[in-house]
Every structure is written in structure tokens, then in C-alpha cells.
């Protein structure tokens, strides 16, 4: 995550990566939605 500020896509991210945590469903696909949105945040901000 991008510090105090993370991006829509992050937060939805995490909000996905939370909710697969739990129930055990869409790991992989939440997993892929975090790196994505990681990635992203590295070309923006340099992280």
C-alpha cells in the first residue's frame, strides 16, 4: 500500500484480499487484484 493515502484501486484491493482471508474463496484473484494495484502505486509514486 501507498502509505496514508492509498488509491482507490488499493483499497479495494485490501477490501478483497480481507474478504478472501476470511472465507477462503478468491484468494488468487484478490491476491492478483493486490499486486496489481501495488504495482501501480510503484510507477506513481516510486514506492
Not at 500500500?1 to 482507490?8: A, C, Q
Not at 479495494?12 to 484478490?30: F, H, L, N, P, Y
Given at each position: 500500500?501507498?502509505?496514508?493515502?492509498?488509491?482507490?484501486?488499493?483499497?479495494?484491493?485490501?477490501?478483497?484480499?480481507?474478504e478472501?482471508?476470511?472465507s477462503?474463496?478468491?484468494?488468487?484473484?484478490?491476491?492478483?487484484?493486490?499486486?496489481?494495484?501495488?504495482?501501480?502505486?510503484v510507477?506513481?509514486?516510486?514506492?
Amino acid at each position: 500500500m501507498s502509505g496514508e493515502f492509498p488509491s482507490e484501486a488499493q483499497n479495494q484491493a485490501s477490501q478483497a484480499q480481507s474478504e478472501a482471508d476470511r472465507s477462503g474463496k478468491s484468494k488468487a484473484k484478490a491476491s492478483a487484484m493486490q499486486s496489481k494495484a501495488d504495482s501501480a502505486a510503484v510507477r506513481k509514486h516510486g514506492l
